[in-house]
């Protein structure tokens, strides 16, 4: 997933980024082939909205953490990342208020998808507690 304002790159990354359509952009295309264009850009600006707001999250529970890392302790950077996100983690759940959970949930619960998502801790996790 990457922003309109990243460059589309060539090469062996070219098939691994994608990028929604910038406005004003020009396709020649047939409809059925556009149609299916804008719904994978619809899907992909959902995914950039949720790390946005995740990317927040974590800005603003630690926004006067301004500790520089240091560039030789990558275990230590490692450590650091990890608790930062497990406490923004712990804190959404405890207060209950999350646009991600408001948003998304409801939608991966439709259907079929609800025993996944309701099994999804203990497939991953199960062994770690």
Known sequence: MADTAFLRTTGDVADHIRAPVKSGQVFQETAEDMAERLAFDRELLSCHQAAEWGMRTIQGSFGH???PLNINNPAGRSNLLKVCVRLSNLRAQQ????????TFVPIWKEGEQEQVWDKFEGMLFGDIR
């Open 95 to 102: 207060v209950g208020i999350s646009q991600i959970r408001n």
């Open 65 to 67: 953490l301004q500790l």
